[in-house]
């Protein structure tokens, strides 16, 4: 729950200084260090096992920490679009029922508000820390349920709009369940060794790569570092949809014809 808590405390920009500039920092440090305690480095003597290692092992750990970026980029816009469709297919709900009776339009409008609201209000906060639950939502969704269930449509055009609202709201109650799946998932902790426990082997492995001008090599140890420490942010920032500044958000629940239930 670390990652949680420092996505939800810290800015995107406060973390990508310390991820990224860190990560030169300590690279820096590190490749001045050994140059001071081996100057045979800085000779080159062992460049050309250290080049073949180092391109081997990069080629293998950039196929992975891109497999991986690209998984969580997915991850992100279904999560997304889980929301959108979520929210859409409430809104269309609420356009549907005004072909119903005043009763079951009011309870359905009843039950559409407080949905809506426990998402946003309830769900959301507790999504971002990582504590997903049915519970906030569960009443008003059986409300809903409840008040089509009763309805017994009288009219062609009430035939009509009941089957639509009903197909919608059982969309509404699979996405909710997709939702909160989605808030719960994390990287697999092997990928999680792979990503990060990768970068602990690249990075160190620079340091062996001599160079006569201090200049020089500093800037090509800093260079990996730096692309490395980026690329280990987008994991870390990518790898919870609903916490952190790029996280996802609530919005679609608050506009079209769900607005309606936030100007009361």
Same mark, same amino acid.
């Given at each position: 729950?670390?990652?949680?808590?420092?996505?939800?405390?810290?800015?995107?920009?406060?973390?990508?200084?310390?991820?990224?500039?860190?990560?030169?920092?300590?690279?820096?440090?590190?490749?001045?260090?050994?140059?001071?305690?081996?100057?045979?480095?800085?000779?080159?003597?062992?460049?050309? *096992?250290?080049?073949?290692?180092?391109? *081997?092992?990069?080629?293998?750990?950039?196929?992975?920490?891109?497999?991986?970026?690209?998984?969580?980029?997915?991850?992100?816009?279904?999560?997304?679009?889980?929301?959108?469709?979520?929210?859409?297919?409430?809104?269309?709900?609420?356009?549907?029922?005004?072909?119903?009776?005043?009763?079951?339009?009011?309870?359905?409008?009843?039950?559409?508000?407080?949905?809506?609201?426990?998402?946003?209000?309830?769900?959301?906060?507790? *999504?971002?820390?990582?504590?997903?639950?049915?519970?906030?939502?569960?009443?008003?969704?059986?409300?809903?349920?409840?008040?089509?269930?009763?309805?017994?449509?009288?009219?062609?055009?009430?035939?009509?709009?009941?089957?639509?609202?009903?197909?919608?709201?059982?969309?509404?109650?699979?996405?909710?369940?997709?939702?909160?799946?989605?808030?719960?998932?994390?990287?697999?902790?092997?990928?999680?060794?792979?990503?990060?426990?990768?970068?602990?082997?690249?990075?160190?492995?620079?340091?062996?790569?001599?160079?006569?001008?201090?200049?020089?090599?500093?800037?090509?140890?800093?260079?990996?570092?730096?692309?490395?420490?980026?690329?280990?942010?987008?994991?870390?920032?990518?790898?919870?949809?609903?916490?952190?500044?790029?996280?996802?958000?609530?919005?679609?629940?608050?506009?079209?014809?769900?607005?309606?239930?936030?100007?009361?």
């Amino acid at each position: 729950m670390s990652s949680l808590w420092l996505l939800n405390h810290f800015s995107t920009f406060t973390l990508a200084v310390v991820a990224v500039g860190g990560t030169v920092l300590v690279a820096v440090t590190g490749s001045v260090l050994l140059r001071r305690r081996y100057p045979s480095v800085a000779r080159g003597e062992h460049n050309d *096992m250290v080049g073949v290692t180092l391109g *081997m092992f990069g080629a293998i750990y950039g196929i992975i920490l891109a497999f991986v970026i690209v998984t969580l980029w997915t991850q992100m816009e279904d999560t997304q679009t889980i929301v959108a469709s979520e929210a859409t297919d409430a809104a269309l709900i609420a356009r549907d029922a005004a072909a119903f009776p005043a009763p079951v339009h009011a309870r359905l409008d009843a039950s559409l508000s407080g949905y809506v609201h426990a998402v946003v209000e309830d769900q959301w906060p507790r *999504m971002r820390a990582g504590h997903p639950s049915y519970g906030a939502t569960e009443s008003h969704l059986r409300a809903a349920f409840e008040a089509l269930q009763t309805f017994d449509p009288r009219s062609g055009r009430e035939e009509v709009f009941y089957e639509e609202a009903v197909s919608h709201l059982n969309d509404v109650a699979s996405q909710r369940r997709a939702r909160l799946t989605m808030a719960g998932q994390e990287l697999p902790p092997l990928l999680q060794v792979l990503a990060f426990g990768g970068a602990l082997v690249l990075v160190p492995l620079t340091f062996l790569y001599g160079m006569r001008k201090l200049r020089v090599q500093l800037l090509f140890v800093a260079s990996v570092a730096g692309l490395v420490g980026f690329s280990l942010l987008l994991v870390f920032v990518l790898d919870r949809p609903f916490a952190g500044e790029l996280s996802v958000s609530p919005a679609p629940y608050r506009e079209g014809a769900l607005a309606q239930y936030w100007s009361r």
